[in-house]
């Protein structure tokens, strides 16, 4: 029985989220999706099951989904987090590869200012 690339992409997701701790209210999991028309980023309280921030390109309408953008959406995404108060965050890449897009929204977010960890919080 083949599998769909939707349901390879949600496979690759569980096993990276089996590696990477959950998001707390100080650390929070800054979760990454990509489509074919839409970025979107989301700064995910795991303890308290709720969305602390989020961003994404269905605001502008007429946008392209390439690296210009997504350096956008990274640097928008750093000024949400700033907004509500976080620092650092662990990056859920959503079982994409870590290149392109999703490379370009983590290092533009770095660059403005947000700290990617993988250690827990003290």
Known sequence: ??????EQRQARH?????????????????AI?????HMYVQFINDEA?????????LKD???????????KVGELA???AKEKGIASVVVDRGGFKFHGRVKTIVESAVAAGLR???????
């Open 1 to 6: 029985m083949s599998i769909n690339r939707k």
């Open 14 to 30: 569980a096993r990276v989220r089996r590696k990477i701790s959950r998001g707390t209210a100080v650390r929070p999991r800054m």
């Open 33 to 37: 999706y990509v489509s074919n028309k």
């Open 49 to 57: 099951s709720c969305t602390v921030g989020a961003t994404s390109t």
């Open 61 to 71: 309408e007429g946008v392209k989904c390439n690296l210009a953008t997504a350096k």
């Open 78 to 80: 750093a000024a949400v």
């Open 116 to 122: 990617i960890t993988t250690e827990e919080a003290k």
